[in-house]
């Protein structure tokens, strides 16, 4: 029986942190939130098979850390487990490994200033061992830039060289959810090409940064249009303080593209039950469609673990039960108050059984008896798709609506939200045509 090398197990280890393009700018931008980054830039050359570079304006790494950032378990986060129960610890960081697995995936090299040090750029080995330090010149910030990501991958590179551009739009998407999460935040996504017919620059996002809350900048990326017909939810649930938007009954969508779910100021991926009940109670008043819907959860960071899966994107939310338990009535008052003729309307509370929870009466009027429940209604029209929704659609769509001019966009925005900054530039080409901006769209 053999032993595996510290190298090797370093290689398999990290397969798990870094799987694709998205979790990788994923790390990045995590790390420069962490470091109160108030612009974030995302640049892809090539759909980031070349070049993918995180450029922020946060606080920089300190010197004393060069040696450390890219090595395994190595965080300025945290000391001690402890630490990740306190009320203060607002970090989804903290295992200090994506900076160590992208370096055993392709060339590392990271240019840094903190506001006390000069500029520096840092090379990396494989192993995330520091290989070279030079002086150059920055702003206060830092870039993490990575060459040839999943070069030492065969099938992984492979793999990605087939999908480049769903790779692209899922990390549009991604941040798109982050610009949402993070109004105060200026984002943006520069595509590069540098060879072929479709070469040069084109910026596929842009946030001002200006929104005052993310209902603003929710408005700024998915449209007005999109978010018309929706409805407020707020609630307290014990730790919990949820804030969300839900589409009216009258108003759903035919596919269940567009549900974002935040845990402090973070896109998770939808919590399962939470979203189980949302739709649920939604087929109730209109079983033919699927709600919009954003919430936000807030709570001290005790209250949530992140460290259910290694991309950290499902999180475990403590006291989930006394959540559901008081998000039922209020998602029944809220929907039964649009209610529509014709739409089948089911009694309140009858979801949460599905949970083993039971339903409270709170709203619904009735003699104290939890009604008998029935199953709510399943979507009737072939036009819905219960098993295959077509999950990431509306977000893919947005990402190529913003490459359309102004003038032919299919919503409006209302004068006091702030827009997204969507400017596209050719070199060589300062106005391109429709036709071409199309043409780079679909280049992805
Ligand atoms: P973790 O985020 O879990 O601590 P990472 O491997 O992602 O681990 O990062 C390692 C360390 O590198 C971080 O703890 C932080 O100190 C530093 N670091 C990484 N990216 C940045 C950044 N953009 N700005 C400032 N510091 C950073
Ligand atoms: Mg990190």
């Known amino acids: 029986m053999n032993r595996l090398s510290n190298t090797v197990v370093h290689e398999i280890c990290t397969n798990q942190v870094v799987v694709t393009l998205q979790a990788c700018v994923k790390e990045l931008v995590e790390n420069s939130l962490d470091a109160k980054a108030t612009r974030i830039e995302v640049r892809l050359r090539d759909s980031g098979a070349e070049l993918l570079e995180v450029v922020d304006d946060g606080c920089g790494i300190a010197a004393e850390d060069f040696e450390k950032v890219a090595s395994r378990h190595a965080t300025s986060k945290i000391r001690q487990y402890n630490d990740l129960s306190s009320g203060d610890f607002s970090t989804f960081g903290f295992r200090g490994e994506a900076l160590s697995a992208i370096s055993a995936m392709g060339d590392l090299t990271i240019a840094t200033k903190t506001k006390a040090s000069a500029a520096s750029l840092l090379c990396y080995d494989r192993y995330g061992k520091l290989a070279s330090t030079s002086p150059i010149a920055r702003e206060v910030g830092t870039t993490v830039s990575v060459r040839e990501l999943f070069k030492r991958l065969p099938v992984r590179h492979k793999e990605f060289m087939r999908n480049a551009k769903s790779q692209v739009s899922a990390t549009l998407r991604l941040i798109q959810s982050y610009a949402i999460a993070q109004p105060q935040v200026r984002f943006s996504v520069i595509a ?150 014709g739409v089948h309307s089911g009694p309140s509370g009858p979801v949460l059984s599905h949970f083993g929870i039971r339903p409270s009466n709170a709203g619904s009027g009735d003699d104290g008896q939890a009604p008998n429940t029935p199953e709510p209604v399943r979507p009737q029209s072939p036009m819905v798709s219960r098993e295959t929704p077509e999950k990431s659609q509306f977000f893919g769509e947005m990402a190529m609506r913003t490459l359309v001019p102004d003038s032919q966009s299919s919503t409006s925005t209302a004068d006091d939200v702030p827009q997204m900054h969507v400017v596209e530039m050719h070199e060589g080409s300062q106005d391109a045509s429709p036709e071409r901006r199309r043409g780079h769209a679909a280049d992805g």
Request: glycine content about 6%; charged content about 20%.
């Open 192 to 341: 590069e090409k540098l060879r072929g017919p479709s070469a040069g620059k084109a910026t596929l996002l842009c946030t001002s940064g200006t929104a005052s809350d993310w209902h603003q900048a929710a408005a700024a990326v998915l449209g007005d249009a999109a978010l018309s017909k929706t409805q407020k939810l707020n609630i307290s649930a014990g730790p919990w303080q949820v804030e969300g938007l839900i589409s009216s009954p009258v108003a759903g969508r035919r596919s269940r593209d567009a549900q974002l779910f935040f845990v402090n100021g973070r896109p998770i991926d939808a919590p399962k039950r939470v979203a189980k009940l949302i739709n649920d109670t939604y087929h109730q008043y209109n079983s033919r469609a699927w709600p919009l819907v954003i919430l936000s959860f807030t709570a001290p960071q005790g209250m949530v673990d992140v460290n259910v899966t290694p991309d950290k994107k499902q999180v475990f939310l403590h006291e989930e039960e006394q959540l559901l338990t008081e998000l039922q009535p209020a998602l029944t008052e809220l929907l039964g108050i649009s209610e529509v003729h």
